[in-house]
């Protein structure tokens, strides 16, 4: 092609020429001839010397031809050269850049023509223009690698509907099959319209919830638009909300279930206070009214104090004051204050303490309060003359403390629940023991703070296992 160029711009020099010596030739010699034949009948002895003056021009002009046609060629191959050096620089350049490869950009010094200035300038244009696609290319690979580990569901639509990107997340979340390609396939069964979103929203964000199964999910839709400030489409953020969702249900269970349990032992209080106030009884019935109420402000203030505790636990209020003791003596300790409990349900207790359980060190107070709820609850829920055995044993890293009972046991369908504030499996005969549906839930948060665990294995009707970890004091 290079050669090409060359070949061209020298035969065009050269007919160039020619056609100019041509022309002044066949001009000079016309003009003779016309004087030629003006002065024939005049002096016809000027004949010869006409003559000689043509064949003179003529073969003047036949050496300014040949003189002229080299002039020509020189020039020519010159200007050639200067063109094709350039043209193969910008061509070898272009070659390497649609290969993917580097382009050396050299530095315009003087002398240079305006055609090397312009492959400077090309070569300086290209390797800035691939800096940029390598810089594009980069962040394309940046925010695809964002959007594909996104917790969050990212969806792209264009103003036809189609998916113009979508991330695993949004796929998982919305349940979204491989025949769903577009805004109505994945959004119509929720009563989504993707025309009234993007214009009768004002052109602004909105946010809707939806409930997928047992999930609860919220949709963030952003139209966005193009240079133009025209509509280009709508991106759609989902985000599971499903625990926000469950803790918001269980605040308000909590607070339904606090005013409840307040308002049961105020109600009573109050009732038997204006019994009292406005009728005259004898001693006896006074006095068993005096212990209905005192027995349910104890019942109240129970409560209360219960409620404090978790509280303190939530918001990291709880001083802990570790030591190393012995789990083996707090347990017996635990049943010997529980003895009259004991005795009164005429219960068999057995403790087992083996012989090589090294010292604990944690929160004495705390794990004593955990021991005597899990052995009053055994007490409480297991009928009279029933069998409660205690094991105090080591394993691994941690201290365990392992309470079976024959009592009435937990249906399954309560087991994953029993750790929820205020949730009891028979309301009405907890509320009766005493009992504030706080107890295994405080129990927890102490072993939590202490890095231990607690465990609960139950059958209706056959009795309770309640396994308790806490870890030994590492020397």
């Excluded at 000689?52 to 031809?65: H, W, Y």
């Excluded at 200035?117 to 244009?125: D, G, I, K, P, Q």
């Excluded at 025209?230 to 909300?241: H, L, M, N, S, T």
Aim: glycine content about 6%.
């Amino acid at each position: 092609m290079i050669k090409s160029i060359q070949t061209k711009i020298i035969l065009l020099f050269f007919v160039i020429g020619i056609i100019l010596i041509g022309t002044l030739s066949f001009l000079h010699i016309y003009m003779l001839n016309n004087m030629e034949q003006q002065v024939s009948s005049q002096i016809e002895s000027n004949e010869i010397l006409i003559r000689e003056q043509v064949v003179q021009t003529e073969a003047i002009a036949i050496i300014a031809i040949i003189i002229f046609a080299i002039i020509t060629l020189l020039v020519g191959y010159y200007v050639s050269k200067s063109v094709r050096k350039p043209i193969k620089s910008l061509i070898e350049s272009a070659e390497k850049i649609a290969d993917g490869g580097e382009v050396e950009i050299k530095q315009i010094s003087n002398g240079k023509t305006e055609i090397d200035e312009l492959v400077n300038a090309f070569s300086l244009m290209t390797g800035k223009l691939k800096q940029n696609l390598n810089e594009l290319a980069n962040q394309k690979k940046q925010i695809e690698t964002i959007l594909l580990h996104m917790t969050d569901g990212i969806i792209a639509f264009s103003m036809e509907g189609d998916i113009i990107h979508i991330n695993p997340a949004a796929i998982s979340l919305l349940n979204i099959s491989k025949t769903e390609h577009t805004f109505n396939e994945i959004f119509a069964k929720f009563d989504i319209n993707l025309e009234k979103i993007v214009y009768l929203e004002n052109w602004t964000s909105s946010e809707q919830r939806i409930n997928i199964g047992e999930k609860y999910v919220n949709l963030l839709f952003a139209p966005f638009q193009d240079e133009n400030d025209k509509p280009a489409g709508v991106i759609v953020v989902i985000q599971d909300i499903t625990e926000h969702v469950k803790l918001d249900n269980m605040r308000k269970e909590f607070v339904a279930d606090v005013s409840h349990e307040l308002k049961t032992p105020i109600t009573s209080i109050m009732g038997y206070a204006d019994t009292l106030l406005e009728s005259e009884y004898d001693k006896e019935m006074q006095v068993k009214f005096l212990e209905v109420i005192s027995s349910e402000a104890r019942r109240m203030a129970k409560l209360v104090t219960d409620l404090l505790t978790l509280s303190k636990y939530d918001n990291k209020k709880i001083t802990k004051e570790e030591t190393e003791f012995d789990l083996g003596d707090l347990t017996k300790k635990c049943i010997e204050r529980l003895k009259f409990e004991i005795e009164k349900k005429n219960h068999q207790v057995e403790c087992f303490v083996t012989a090589n359980v090294p010292p604990v060190h944690a929160d004495k107070y705390g794990i004593e309060r955990v021991i005597l709820n899990i052995i009053s609850n055994a007490i409480k829920y297991t009928p009279e003359n029933g069998t409660i055995k205690v094991y105090v044993g080591f394993v691994y890293s941690d201290a365990y403390i392992k309470v079976i009972d024959n009592g009435i046991g937990i249906p399954e369908k309560d087991l994953s629940r029993i750790f929820e504030r205020f949730y009891r499996v028979d309301k009405a005969r907890t509320r009766e023991m005493g009992g504030t549906g706080l107890g295994l839930p405080i129990a927890k948060e102490i072993l939590t703070q202490n890095n231990g665990s607690i465990d609960i294995k139950s059958e209706f009707g056959k009795g309770t296992e309640v396994v308790i970890r806490v870890p030994v004091n590492k020397k």
